[in-house]
């Protein structure tokens, strides 16, 4: 296990060099160690054992919405949401040395990517090709050294896999953003009153009619801004619901502590994920 008090600590992410969340890695935490991980159950397992001190996952985009699989894996994870951070997500067209515009028949990245590039994929005519990641998609394209295929990848994949910019911030919305959460080990809640908070948690209800109606009533008598809800089956059950909720405020504020008394009374299973700083970004963007 790592010791973080005697050396950078060590960050798991998804995706290879270069990819989206190496690049929350390099703004937020600078002396920090990535760890570059396949997929996002590596991510999860690699924390989980200790070989990581923490993680950078991202949860929702702008464009395409909830990123899948998460919400499979967090809930029994048994990590816990230390803070938030929001990317402006920008992608470049890249491809070898010698090629251009014209010479690509097809893109290659992740499929999220090549939905959020429709405009100038369908505008050219290329075909698209799904890869594992944006920065792997890179990496592949570097390794084929084909000036017929390209990759739609994150400007730093460009540097570190020595590929040629063919067109910049070619995604289709200027908005598109994505949220990304730091997951810990250990539970480290922020201080109340030390500037906005986020408040996450899991609960469930019973197939009942009403119930969730009763549950989240706490919470609007008692002021609570709640900014997302989202709903799961539970072990592939239609009789049994869990919801992601997160909402503005401390558990220590009177109107939320209220509020979650009054949801524990009406559901099951309540568990805080996390107790942390909102990101700036929320109040410059209203998110």
């Known amino acids: 296990m790592t010791d973080s008090s005697l050396s950078p600590p060590r960050i798991a992410y998804q995706g290879e060099r270069g990819a989206n969340s190496h690049i929350v890695c390099d703004q ?5 160690e990535p760890i570059a991980c396949a ?9 989980g054992a200790g070989e990581a001190d923490l993680a950078i996952i991202p949860i929702d985009n702008s464009v395409a919405g909830r990123v899948a699989d998460i919400h499979h894996f967090l809930p029994g ?25 014209n010479t690509i028949k097809t893109v290659h990245s992740h499929v999220h990517a090549l939905g959020q590039c429709r405009k100038i994929i369908r505008e050219h005519g290329w075909t698209p090709v799904i890869a594992g990641d944006t920065a792997g998609a890179a990496r592949e394209i570097a390794e084929a050294a084909d000036i017929t295929q390209a990759s739609i990848s994150p400007p730093l994949a460009s540097d570190i896999y020595g590929l040629q910019v063919l067109a910049r911030d070619v995604e289709d919305e200027e908005h598109n953003t994505t949220r990304f959460l730091v997951l810990s080990r250990d539970f480290v809640q922020t201080s109340a009153g030390d500037g906005p908070v986020v408040t996450s948690f899991l609960f469930n209800v019973r197939n009942l009619p009403a119930a969730l109606y009763k549950a989240l009533g706490g919470f609007a008598t008692n002021g609570v801004n709640m900014t997302k809800l989202e709903s799961y089956m539970v072990n592939g059950k239609f009789t049994a619901t869990q919801f992601l909720a997160e909402v503005d405020g401390h558990p220590d504020d009177l109107g939320l ?20 700083p909102a990101d700036p970004f929320r109040s410059r963007a209203g998110a």
């Open 77 to 101: 994870s048994g990590l816990h949401i230390i803070a938030e951070h929001f990317l402006r997500i920008r992608f470049y067209l890249l491809g070898v040395p010698g090629s251009t515009m």
């Open 28 to 32: 937020h935490y600078p002396d920090a």
């Open 39 to 47: 997929s996002f159950e590596d991510v999860f397992a690699v924390v």
């Open 257 to 276: 502590s209220r509020a979650l008394e009054e949801l524990a009374f009406f559901t099951t299973d309540v568990k805080v994920l996390g107790v942390y």
